[in-house]
């Protein structure tokens, strides 16, 4: 703890004065740029790597960057993507995966968790990932396995955030769009699902022009309905 309040320390006399003016700013309200849900590892720190301000990202971790599916488990992480979607308005949601994930190797050994019952309930909201790893990863040593599920692992959670209510109506609106990344600490990269693609592309100066999105196409909010055709 002493490195942590000394940090404190540093950070009251050196850093805040010179950002007072953006916290006094931010007493008013706020308003993210985006809900960037990712996992509780220690390792990564979401503000850092988009080198953000504060107020810039409205931010939910938990153990393997996990979205229950609507409907399965009100908590806390379904009350943030309300709270985000609907009072804030937030345009843009991101689930961010990362290398070397404790809770993605436990996703695919859930044989190994008997000791800690609530942290396998939990990740089996990635079990539909695991399937389709399992299954189609013949051969495959586990590091592959493991970079695999890293990945499937954020599109099942994208998956599962577009059947929340908020985010199904925001979607029909073109009021918010949705991304999946997975974060290399090792190697400082970033990639992101490409829906138009249907693959992952490294986040680069040239793609942030034209920013890949793993946004699902959905019904319009609004359409036409036929007239009932008369009957003979």
Known sequence: MKK??????????????GMQPLFQMLSGGQH??????TCSDSRVEPSLLMQADPG?????????????????????VTATIEYAVQALSIPHIVICGHSDCGAVKAMLHPEKLTAMPTVAMWLNFAESAR??????????????MVQRMTFE??????????THPSVASALARGSVKLHGWVYDFERGQLV???????????????????????TPKVRRASYSIPSPGVQT
């Open 131 to 144: 399937r389709v790893v399992t299954e189609s990863c013949h051969g495959c040593d586990e590091d592959e």
């Open 192 to 214: 992101a699902f490409d829906a138009e693609k249907g693959d992952f592309v490294e986040l680069t100066g040239d793609a942030v022009e034209n920013m890949p999105h793993a």
């Open 32 to 37: 993210p740029r985006a809900l960037f849900v």
């Open 153 to 162: 692992n954020v599109l099942t959670q994208i998956t599962n955030l577009s």
């Open 4 to 17: 942590l309040m000394d940090g404190f320390v540093r950070f009251r006399q050196e850093v805040y004065p």
């Open 56 to 76: 810039d990202l409205f931010i939910c971790r938990n153990a393997g960057n996990i979205v229950p599916p609507w409907g399965d488990a009100q908590g806390g």
